[in-house]
C-alpha cells in the first residue's frame, strides 16, 4: 500500500489503523468541521429546503455546472433550473479532499429516485463548480 500524509477514516471498525493513503478522507456519519465542507452541506441543506436563495449565496458568480446531461454556466443560470426542479437530496456519505467536498446521495427528482456523486469544488468559501455522476438511464426510459 502506497503511504504517505493523510489518514482515511470509513468506519468505526477502522479508525483507529493508521493506513495513509493520498490527500483524501473518507469522514463516517457526514460529520463536517470546516468551512470548506459546511459551504456544501449547507447548500444542499437550502436546496432540500427550497431556500434558492441561500442556495445561490453558497455558489461563485462564476460557478459551472457539470453534468451527465448537460452543464451549466453561472451560479444565475444553474439556480434557475434548480429553482424549477426541487430536487431532494439525501446524503449517504461525504468524502474531502484538500478544498473539495463529494457526497454520494440519492437524488429525488419526483418521479424517480437516483443514486449519484456531486464532487463539489470549493474555493475562497464559494462553491465553484460542481460535477455530478450518474447512470441515466432510469431517466432516459420514461
Known amino acids: 500500500m ?3 500524509k493523510y489518514p ?3 468506519d468505526d471498525n477502522h479508525k483507529d489503523e493508521h493506513y495513509r493513503f493520498f490527500n483524501f478522507a473518507c469522514i463516517k456519519n457526514n460529520i463536517m468541521s470546516n468551512t470548506t465542507q459546511n459551504v456544501a452541506e ?3 441543506q437550502y436546496l432540500n429546503e427550497e431556500d434558492f436563495d441561500n442556495a445561490e449565496k453558497c455558489l461563485d458568480p462564476e460557478f459551472k455546472f457539470i453534468g451527465v446531461l448537460g452543464t451549466r454556466e453561472k451560479a ?3 439556480m434557475k433550473d434548480m429553482r424549477q426542479m426541487k430536487f ?4 449517504i456519505k461525504t468524502f474531502i ?3 473539495d467536498v463529494s457526497f454520494w446521495y440519492m437524488i429525488d427528482m419526483g418521479n424517480k ?3 449519484a456523486s456531486g464532487w463539489y469544488q470549493i474555493i475562497n468559501g ?3 463548480s460542481l460535477k455530478v455522476l450518474f447512470d441515466p438511464r432510469p431517466l432516459l426510459n420514461e
Not at 88 to 91: A, D, L, R, T
Open 2 to 4: 502506497l503511504k504517505i
Open 8 to 10: 482515511i477514516f470509513c
Open 42 to 44: 449547507q447548500f444542499i
Open 76 to 78: 444565475s443560470v444553474y
Open 88 to 91: 431532494k437530496y439525501q446524503i
Open 97 to 99: 479532499a484538500g478544498e
Open 113 to 115: 429516485t437516483i443514486e
Open 126 to 128: 464559494k462553491i465553484l
